[in-house]
C-alpha cells in the first residue's frame, strides 16, 4: 500500500501545492479511514439506475433459474436415493469378497509356513546326508588302515577319537554337520588320512 501512496504522491509533483495537498488528503483519508470523496454526475446517476434495472431483471431470471434447479434437484434426489441403494448392495458384496480374499490369504499363509517347513526338512536332511557322506570316508579309511596294520598309528587313535565323537552325537539324537562350521576340524581330519596313508 506505501508503494502505491508513494507512487501517486510522487505522480503528483507537477501540480499546484494546494491541488497536490488536496489530493493527498483525500489519499491519506482513503488509505487509513476508508473515507473517498466523490463527484457524481447525472449521467453516472443514470448508468447506476440502468444497473439497478438489469440486476433487478437478473434477479427474476435467476430466481426462476433455482426454481427450475429446485425441481431438478428433486428428481436428483430421488436418483441419489436409488445410487445409495445400489452401493450398499456393492458394498456388501465388497465385504463379501473381501472376507474371501482373507480366508485365501489365511490359507496361504498356512500353505507357504508348511512348505518353509517342509523345506526346513528337507535342509536338516540333506545336511544330515552330507555330514554322513563325510562319516562314510572316515569308516571306511579307519577301517583300511587296521587293515593295513596302521592301528597303532596317532593319526589312526586320533581319527578314531572323532569318529566315535560323531557317533555319539548322532545317538544323542544331534546332527553331524560334517564339519561345515569347523574348518580347522576339516583341515585335520584331512592332515590324519595324509598321515594314515603314508608308508
Known amino acids: 500500500m506505501s508503494g502505491v501512496l508513494g507512487y501517486v504522491l ?4 507537477g501540480q499546484s501545492s494546494a491541488e497536490t495537498s488536496r489530493r493527498n488528503r483525500e489519499i491519506v483519508d482513503l488509505v487509513f479511514y476508508g473515507q473517498r470523496t466523490v463527484q457524481v454526475d447525472q449521467s453516472y446517476l443514470n448508468q447506476l439506475h440502468q444497473l439497478v ?5 437478473d434477479a427474476v431470471y435467476n430466481f426462476n433459474k433455482v426454481e427450475q434447479f429446485y425441481a431438478e434437484a428433486l428428481d436428483w434426489k430421488e436418483a441419489a436415493f436409488h445410487f445409495k441403494a445400489t452401493t450398499e448392495a456393492l458394498e456388501a458384496q465388497l465385504s463379501a469378497l473381501q472376507a474371501t480374499l482373507a480366508e485365501r490369504d ?6 507357504t509356513e508348511a512348505l518353509a517347513q517342509e523345506r526346513a526338512a528337507h535342509q536338516i536332511t540333506r545336511d544330515e546326508k552330507q555330514g554322513f557322506n563325510l562319516f562314510r570316508p572316515m569308516a571306511t579309511w579307519l577301517i583300511n588302515a587296521h587293515i593295513a596294520g596302521r592301528a597303532e598309528r596317532p593319526a589312526f587313535v586320533e581319527m578314531r577319537d572323532m569318529a566315535k565323537d560323531v557317533t555319539d552325537a548322532i545317538e544323542r539324537g544331534e546332527i553331524f554337520w560334517g564339519y561345515r562350521d569347523e574348518p ?8 590324519l588320512l595324509n598321515a594314515l596313508l603314508a608308508k
Not at 510522487?10 to 509533483?13: A, K, P, R
Not at 434495472?53 to 431483471?57: A, T
Not at 489365511?106 to 500353505?111: E, F, N, Q
Not at 580347522?184 to 592332515?191: D, S
Request: charged share 55%; aromatic share 4%.
Open 10 to 13: 510522487g505522480y503528483e509533483d
Open 53 to 57: 434495472e438489469k440486476h433487478r431483471g
Open 106 to 111: 489365511a490359507a496361504l499363509d498356512r500353505s
Open 184 to 191: 580347522e576340524k576339516k583341515e585335520r581330519l584331512r592332515a
